[in-house]
Nanobody
Framework: QVHLVESGGDLVQAGGSLSLSCAAS????????MGWFRQPPGKEREFVAS????????AYADSVKGRFAISRDNAKNTVYLQINSVKPEDTAVYYC????????????WGQGTQVTVSS
């Protein structure tokens, strides 16, 4: 079992920045990829970014490329999401997730952290 806890969500003005963190505990050796997803109000959850635990390779949704940056600290079992030049459409609950292989689904999820962008 892998336990994920997000933090860093906040109310931020458009154009500002914030950083989200996700701390993993438990059977972290089972983690292959960690990802960030978000669910805007009234919409379905969507993929934002992911990072491979072993080599740090990353992937991003087209809508956030150039503004979001995912990184990890293996020693702390923590993944980060830096959000720059925030827009009102970035308002969402942001979730951290983990999967055991590139072929598996994201099995482990955090409780989510709220990001609200004011215009």
């Amino acid at each position: 079992q892998v336990h994920l806890v997000e933090s860093g969500g906040d109310l931020v003005q458009a154009g500002g920045s914030l950083s989200l963190s996700c701390a993993a505990s438990g059977r972290t050796l089972n983690i292959y990829t960690m990802g960030w997803f978000r669910q805007p109000p009234g919409k379905e959850r969507e993929f934002v970014a992911s990072i491979t635990w072993s080599d740090g390779s990353t992937a991003y949704a087209d809508s956030v490329k150039g503004r979001f940056a995912i990184s990890r600290d293996n020693a702390k079992n923590t993944v980060y999401l830096q959000i720059n030049s925030v827009k009102p459409e970035d308002t969402a609950v942001y979730y951290c997730a983990a999967r055991a292989s590139i072929l598996s689904t994201y099995k482990y999820w955090g409780q989510g952290t709220q990001v609200t962008v004011s215009s």
